[in-house]
């Protein structure tokens, strides 16, 4: 079967394009949910089949998404490739055009072939392609590019109230990534998005009484985008203005810690950055030793604790035995958190078959740590965790007592799934066990990932010799020695059973 141009995620990003252009009412992602909601067999096949006989796109879009949401492949494939010759402009088309240059890899490329079809149909919605090349040109530090690809986004771009969006926002919203590639051009944007989140924040604490979540999201917000300034200040060419704001903000959140934790240790981060920046190593110090016994040191305070030690003690005497003992008080805290999160219960034994036909069954495994890794190929959480995984997985690789094996689930869209999977980790380099818990055709579940209760992915479950899991979890760290350590000291806790 042909490769679905448009993947279950592709095809809600259209849904949500729609969504911008039609009215509240009458959206098509309404009418999909009432669509979901006819529990009557002919009804719904009579709907159906109206869908499909008229000259609206929309109509004929409603029924794919309806075929691809329930995941029937066949007749989502049959009514795509109806869409695509009755209307060969429309919003289908044009996404599947769209999709194949968001799958290129070379961002020249990408920006030749968009500009092509911008050119040629310059009333198409670009959104959700237009805010993914903004972000990459940022990433590069290329302002131009992102400001051109951020207007176009700007076009359908609004708020939750569905009001419009400045530009100045989305600049500002763009430009956390170019904070490490042109620091000087972020720090410009940046700052109009802290000045709009700090009036949005005043304008909650004037109220009476403010809804509390609605209080920490905007917290969260401003405090965020004042970070990422402070960010791009202190590695441009005014570090003084980002210790400065960076102190005030710190001073600021430093009483509210137990209630703003989270918020707080983020704050405190970009605090010991312009510390470092401005080579303050006396007031960063302490900080410094803080953030590396808790595992949550950035590569700048690593790279720096050598300057701090020296800066302030005068020489590098005796310097490795105090990173050794930093590091000592790290693992020993890793050890408290992680028991803190140990659990014990029976592993169910299962049986599935790897990308090659090889079948593997938990059970032959008694004895060693296993480490189960639930993914899935259009999951980027899941593969945004992978190059820390490998670095795991080279760690173990010569430890005949410890093995990890990745359970490719839930799978979704077109073709298959596991040559999906085989070619995306044979294209990244990634040498992975990966093993195929394929949906069930009938109830559309992946038994595995059932059994163990998997709630979301990336989830990884660690289980001890004697068959019980000792660890569940969810999600991934973005700090990827850290990911590894954590990791770590959980494959060892399993292995004292």
Not at 26 to 42: A, G, K, P
Not at 81 to 96: E, N
Not at 406 to 431: C, I, M, R, S
């Amino acid at each position: 079967m042909k490769k679905f141009f448009l993947t279950i995620v592709s095809a809600c990003l259209l849904i949500a394009a729609y969504g911008q252009q039609q009215g509240k009412g009458n959206s098509i992602r309404q009418r999909l949910t009432e669509l979901n909601m006819v529990s009557d067999e002919n009804e719904l096949d009579k709907k159906l089949t109206e869908l499909v006989s008229g000259a609206n796109e929309e109509d004929y879009l409603l029924a794919y998404y309806y075929y691809a949401n329930k995941d029937l492949t066949d007749k989502a494939e049959i009514t795509k490739q109806l869409i695509q010759r009755k209307f060969p402009d429309g919003q289908l088309v044009m996404q599947g055009k769209m999709q194949e240059i968001d799958e290129l890899t070379d961002l020249k490329e990408k920006d030749k072939r968009f500009i092509a079809l911008f050119e040629k149909n310059p009333n198409g919605n670009y959104a959700f392609l237009a805010y993914s090349l903004a972000q990459e040109f940022a990433a590069k530090g290329n302002e131009e590019k992102m400001k051109f690809y951020a207007d176009i986004y700007a076009k359908g771009a609004t708020d939750g109230k569905g009001n419009s969006v400045k530009k100045e926002n989305i600049y500002a919203m763009m430009a956390g990534g170019m904070v490490q590639t042109n620091p000087d051009a972020a720090a410009r944007y940046l700052k109009v998005g802290v000045e709009d989140a700090k009036i949005s924040l005043d304008n909650m604490l004037a109220e009476a009484n403010p809804d509390e979540n609605v209080l920490m999201r905007a917290k969260s917000n401003y405090y965020g985008v004042l970070s990422s300034y402070v960010h791009a200040l202190s590695l441009g060419s005014n570090p003084e203005e980002g210790y400065r704001l960076a102190h005030k903000s710190y001073s600021e959140l430093q009483s509210a810690e137990a209630t703003d934790a989270r918020l707080f240790q983020y704050v405190k981060a970009g605090y010991i950055q312009a510390l470092i920046r401005t080579k303050r190593f006396k007031e960063a110090l302490p900080l410094m030793e803080e953030a590396i016994k808790a595992g949550n040191a950035s590569d700048l305070v690593k790279n720096e604790l050598k300057n701090a030690y020296i800066a302030v003690n005068g020489s590098d005497n005796d310097f490795l035995v105090y990173e050794r003992d930093l590091l000592n008080a790290q693992q020993l805290f890793l050890e408290a958190e992680v028991s803190k999160i140990a659990i014990k219960q029976p592993a169910h034994d299962f049986e599935l078959k790897d990308v090659d036909g090889k079948s593997v069954k938990l059970s032959d495994l008694r004895g060693k740590v296993v480490v189960l890794d639930f993914w899935a190929t259009w999951c980027g959480p899941c593969k945004a965790s992978f190059p820390a995984m490998q670095k795991a997985v080279n760690k173990y690789k010569d430890d005949q007592d410890v093995k990890f094996l990745f359970l490719h689930t839930w799978e979704k869209g077109g073709g298959d799934p596991t040559q999906n999977a085989k070619k995306y980790v044979v294209d990244n380099n990634y040498t992975f066990d990966v093993l195929m818990d394929l949906r069930n055709p009938e109830t559309k579940n992946s038994a595995v990932a059932s059994s163990y209760q998997v709630q979301g992915i990336p989830t990884k479950i660690i289980i001890d010799p004697k068959g019980q899991i000792r660890f569940n979890t969810s999600g991934f760290s973005a700090d990827a020695d850290k990911a590894v350590k954590e990791l770590s000291v959980m494959i060892e806790f399993a292995k004292k059973g």
